[in-house]
């Protein structure tokens, strides 16, 4: 299950906004963030980030981190999807050379309760408001049913999933759970991808499509949100824009901290031109992934 975010497409982020979630290598050994489970193979698109390093080092060299092309990248996917919602992006983070798992498994996750998603997002700063405030973003996305089925079963019993609409999520997940992460639905059945309040609407008639999202109406002081955001669109979004801005500003690296890498899969080598560097980037091109890298 993911969103967009200015940090790693993933609110909030645990290490703050420093691009650590797209290592392809972790330096120091062990698993990445990229590859924790949470992240893959939720996580796509790492191409179009190589595509914008190359072209930004062929114009500024050394200038422009990853850490700020995802950030530059989720305020266009906002403008893009949101009817030309637009926010300026503070610019000036530098990224991180360390990535681990860990930090995959502390994100909140889609069967969180209504106190765990508050405790989540407080832990980074972020009010009760601004979790259900960025909660909307599931306006865009597609999420897998190893995110939902099972938890949904519980829901169903309880009362508080549309029976229709669970019977529908049933008959497109596979039986087979180790199948579960093949199969994957829109997140908001009604406009998946234009970004508007629609979210809150869906989660309202009990047609949210994860436990953490029903859990938005279990709370009343989050209820009180989501009943706002569902009636004002216009309130949502302005509350969006500027909770997507303070997101942005997690524990960034900025002046010496960190480094602007030459490649956004790779932590720099002491020289960009060493031999080792460039047999590492071969290796990757040759494989022809949705992942291959471009040249530093």
Known sequence: MHQISPCDMNPPCMQGCDSSVLLSVNPGGGTTEREAAPNNPSLRGFAVVDAARAALEQSCPRTVSCADILAFAARDSVNITGSNAFYQVPSGRRDGNLSTDTGAFTLPGPNLTADGLVRGFADRNLTAEDMVVLSGSHTLGRSHCNSFIVRNRERLASGTISPAYQALLEA?????????????????????????????????????????????????????????????????????????IKMGNISPKTGTQGEIRLNCSLVNPASSSSSAYAGVIEMLRRQGSDDKVAKG
């Not at 596979?174 to 406009?191: G, R």
């Not at 234009?194 to 859990?215: M, R, T």
């Not at 004002?232 to 302005?238: A, G, H, P, V």
Request: with cysteine.
């Open 172 to 244: 497109l997940c596979p039986a087979n759970t180790s199948q579960f992460t093949n199969v994957t639905t829109e997140i908001d059945l009604s406009t998946p991808v234009v970004l508007d309040n629609n979210y809150y609407k869906l989660v309202q008639l009990n047609l949210g499509l994860h436990f953490s999202d029903d859990q938005l109406i279990r709370n009343a002081t989050l209820k009180a949100f989501v009943d706002a955001f569902a009636a004002n669109e216009t309130l949502w979004k302005d509350k969006f824009l500027a909770a997507m």
